[in-house]
């Protein structure tokens, strides 16, 4: 199935309505906090999977910020307050986790940007709640990174997960890596904040097919 403009609008549009796309503009350079030590080639083999599906590349440190992309995996919100420095990553630390246990919410992304808007640093945080738990480290890691390689509406994927089985193995669903790979193409902006980039993207995604 190819993706109507429309629904690649829908992928990128806020709840608070506004259009927001944006796609890594140096190579990411991730870190994991808080997993068994036999799970991070699985969270690391994801993300290379889906990195080089979008072109673009991974490094072992940014020669700015040492890594861009920190994982944290917890037990309970609450855990952040304590970890020192946190509250200089995340604004107003103490509201947002306030905040997310309010929701029930067992998972939230915050991204940095560069001046020209691309993602420059993102932070990811799982809350490994039961749903998380029973998922398994293939699942949980390749849905994660398809999540933080572009930056998506918050509910992009709350009716159905950007992951398919495709004879028993775990992939991506078509769809999605089709957008992905229009969205890092090098003649589009690393960044936009007007609904017609959804149309140029429906454009490469037609090609593609």
């Known amino acids: ?21 944006a796609r890594w ?3 990411i350079a991730p870190v994991a906090f808080g997993i068994e030590e036999d799970a991070l080639p699985v969270v690391k083999g994801a993300l290379e999977a889906v990195v080089k599906l979008a072109g673009h590349d991974m490094a072992e440190t940014d020669t700015e910020l040492g890594s861009n992309l920190m994982m944290f995996f917890f037990a309970d ?5 304590d970890v020192p420095g946190m509250d200089g990553l995340v604004p107003d630390l103490a509201g ?5 246990q309010a929701a029930g919410a ?21 809350r490994m709640d039961e749903s998380l738990q029973e998922m398994s480290a293939q699942v949980l890691a390749l849905s994660q990174a398809v999540q933080v390689i572009l930056l998506w509406s918050e509910d992009a994927f709350q009716e159905q ?6 004879d028993e193995a775990l992939v991506l669903r078509p769809e999605v890596a089709d957008v992905i790979r229009a969205a890092y193409d090098p003649v589009m902006p690393p960044a936009a904040n007007d609904p017609t980039h959804a149309l140029r993207l429906a454009a490469r995604v037609q090609v593609a097919s």
Do not use: C, H
Request: charged share 25%; net charge neutral.
């Open 1 to 21: 199935m190819t993706m109507t403009a429309e629904q690649i609008e829908t992928l990128f549009t806020r709840r608070d309505g506004q259009f927001a796309f």
């Open 25 to 27: 503009g140096r190579p």
């Open 77 to 81: 919100w609450a855990e952040l307050l």
């Open 96 to 100: 947002q986790v306030e905040r997310l």
């Open 106 to 126: 067992n998972q939230y992304r915050f991204f940095r940007f560069e001046e020209n808007g691309a993602i420059k640093a993102a932070f990811v945080f799982l």
């Open 161 to 166: 997960s950007p992951l398919a089985l495709a």
